[in-house]
């Protein structure tokens, strides 16, 4: 049970995450947003490079590569679930293409096909929140959960080992603009003799 929570919670904070990215590209991108001049299409074709990217985080999240797979294996009640899922995912795909192409044209209209498919996306995390989770709770075993968090920790730790180090930071000035030695070289005060 506790590995479960633990799991949950970890899927919930990645679901926040993907829910601020897409609503943020809808506030960015939603169409009557610009103020002066007309967006074109080098704008168009960069906020479907914004979608695509937020549309690959929406579909390569720990939840689709280690629950609806077990999900999956569950089979039974989940599978409707999981086709209603694949179902509003792929109409977000269409409008993603949709977009791409008509940004490729310079056509305002991409706007309109990227603010259908943010909210599809958000329709399928909403959905993925009400219903997927607690019917995961309830059709995944203890061994399961076990394994999923494990499979978790492993994925962090490689993703965290493929993340370039940040470089080394510079120690800090030390005030008064003394050198940073010098009262380790100083050595004993002596009385100043007048």
């Known amino acids: 049970m506790l590995t479960s929570t633990y799991t949950l919670v970890a ?5 926040a995450r993907a829910r601020v990215e897409v609503q943020a ?6 169409p009557g947003a610009w103020w002066g001049d007309t967006p074109g299409r080098r704008h168009f074709e960069q906020a479907c490079d914004a979608l695509r990217r937020v549309y690959e985080n929406c579909h390569w999240r720990k939840l689709d590569k280690f629950v609806l797979p077990a999900l999956r ?3 039974g009640l989940a599978e409707a679930l999981l086709a209603r899922l694949e179902g509003i995912s792929g109409r977000a795909l269409e409008e993603r293409v949709r977009a ?5 044209e310079g056509n305002p209209d991409c706007l309109c ?3 259908r498919c943010c909210r599809l996306l958000l329709e399928r995390l909403e ?5 997927l989770f607690p019917l995961a709770r309830t ?3 203890g061994e399961s959960w076990f394994a999923i968090a494990n499979q978790m920790l492993a994925h962090d730790a490689h993703q965290s080992e493929q993340r370039p180090a940040p470089p080394p930071q510079p120690a800090p000035a030390p005030r008064g603009g003394a050198h940073p030695d010098y009262s380790a070289r100083q050595g004993p005060s002596l009385p100043l003799v007048h």
């Open 11 to 15: 899927l919930s904070v990645e679901q």
């Open 25 to 30: 590209l809808m506030e960015r991108w939603r």
């Open 73 to 75: 294996r569950a089979g």
């Open 100 to 104: 791409q192409a008509q940004a490729a």
């Open 113 to 115: 096909a990227m603010e």
């Open 127 to 131: 959905l993925e929140e009400r219903e």
């Open 139 to 141: 059709l995944i075993s």
